[in-house]
């Protein structure tokens, strides 16, 4: 017989597993459970759970503290990685090896983003050394008579060929100027060697409602000018705003009537490193003309007369050069022309001529532009000048440096060769009447 102690203890042992099911935190003996004629199955991760605290080490009870806070590093990693590239964690990598976020050895970008230091293209002077581009522009407006001349030019100029992006801007043309173009850009893009072709090359189409005609007359009347200097202003401006590029360092401006012009003529504007420079600009004529003539005035030095008479006039008034209306006493580039003279001599000048113009691309990027409206009594090219003086960049003209205009024969050159066909006509006949007449006394005298 068991002491009283020992059996109080076995039944207590006994109303525990009944009360709580067997899982009162007493483990049963297979002899004690079949006893009782109940089967009970312990399974490992039940019996697991049930062990003493002191059994499970101290990572097994902190397991869950630590995933949470190793989440939260690499979280906080990951977002100071996007908005700080230079915490970006490639350089602890062994060699070989990157994150898929953060490629080794190149600057994470969004696929869709583009980054430009603009310091980087403020235009040298000697820019072809260092690859800085150019933005060339030609405003057409039926001009198809020219366009061959002028993509010869393009083909014999100098500078890499593919530093130089193209702009046109095609407006209120009535003849094939568009076709022609597209024609004449696809074989300057397709040819054989792979120097010749261009880099982005832009055509754009905007009609400004322009009227004037394109012939000498109309194009160089006096009534015309304002109006027409306002249109052309427009159409510069626009097709400036729609083809420049973070990337360009110059933008040079060409007419596309231009004869003769040097093949290196990028390199040597781009050598004067100022902000803003022109030729000279002259054009042929037949002899009997003289040979020669000046053909842009509108490059020139101010003067106290013209700013005297920019006082009178009311505040849409646009002055012209180059008309009796308009007597300014200016001293023009083309009127200083030596044919012997030093081509890199320089002339500070505040307004510009339209036909060769070469800029940096910041004077533009800082605003200033062509006025489609009267900026200190001027307008176009000519009020782009002022306007880059009044900005303190530097415009400057090369009055011994000299491109040659087309000749188109204006009205009065035209009566003029009408009156000496004439004569010439009239001086025929009266020496062959004198050769008859001759002929005649001859035969009378035998």
């Not at 996007?82 to 990157?98: C, D, E, H, N």
């Not at 007597?327 to 003279?341: E, K, Q, S």
């Not at 800029?359 to 090219?381: I, M, N, Q």
Request: glycine share 6%.
């Amino acid at each position: 017989m068991l002491p009283l102690h020992a059996a109080d203890r076995d039944k207590m042992s006994s109303r525990h597993v009944y009360t709580n099911g067997g899982g009162g935190g007493y483990p049963m003996s297979p002899t004690f459970v079949e006893s009782r004629g109940r089967s009970f199955n312990i399974k490992p991760d039940k019996y697991e759970k049930y062990q003493p605290r002191s059994s499970r080490s101290t990572f097994q009870r902190n397991r869950g503290l630590f995933l949470r806070v190793g989440g939260a590093l690499t979280l906080l990693l990951l977002i100071l990685g996007f908005i700080f590239p230079s915490l970006r964690p490639t350089a602890l990598l062994p060699a070989g090896l990157t994150l898929s976020l953060f490629p080794q050895g190149e600057e994470w970008q969004i696929e869709t983003v583009r980054y430009y230091d603009l310091s980087n293209v403020g235009g040298t002077s000697r820019g072809w050394e260092r690859e800085e581009r150019i933005l060339l522009c030609a405003p057409l407006r039926d001009a198809a008579a020219h366009l061959p001349l002028f993509f010869s030019h393009l083909r014999n100029l100098t500078y890499p060929h593919h530093l130089i992006d193209l702009a046109f801007l095609v407006g209120d043309s009535k003849d094939n100027t568009l076709p022609l173009l597209s024609d004449l850009l696809s074989d300057l893009q397709t040819h054989e060697n792979p120097r010749e072709a261009f880099g982005e090359i832009s055509v754009i189409e905007k009609d400004f409602g322009q009227k004037v005609n394109q012939d000498v007359e109309s194009r160089h009347g006096f009534a015309a000018q304002a109006s027409r200097r306002k249109s052309m202003a427009q159409a510069r401006n626009w097709l400036l705003s729609a083809a420049l590029r973070p990337t360009h360092s110059w933008v040079y401006w060409r007419d596309v009537d231009v004869e003769t012009a040097p093949f290196t003529i990028l390199e040597d504007l781009m050598r004067h490193n100022k902000d803003v420079i022109v030729p000279n600009v002259w054009r042929p004529l037949p002899d009997w003309l003289g040979g020669e003539q000046p053909y842009d005035l509108n490059s020139w030095q101010e003067s106290e007369t013209a700013l005297a008479l920019a006082d009178t006039l009311d505040e849409d008034a646009v002055i012209v050069e180059g008309y009796a209306e308009y007597a300014t006493w200016r001293p023009h580039l083309a009127y200083l022309r030596d044919p012997y003279g030093d081509p890199d001599m320089e002339m500070e000048i505040d307004g510009v001529g339209g036909v060769s113009i070469l800029a940096k691309a910041r004077v533009f990027r800082a605003g200033v532009h062509f006025p489609a409206f009267s900026f200190e009594k001027h307008a176009e090219t000519e009020g782009f000048g002022k306007m880059a003086k009044r900005m303190k960049y530097s415009v400057i003209g090369l009055p011994h440096y000299t491109i040659w205009h087309m000749y188109e024969p204006s009205v009065d050159d035209i009566r003029h060769m009408e009156e000496m066909e004439q004569e010439r006509q009239a001086r025929e006949k009266e020496e062959a009447r004198r050769g008859r007449e001759k002929r005649e006394s001859s035969s009378n005298s035998i």
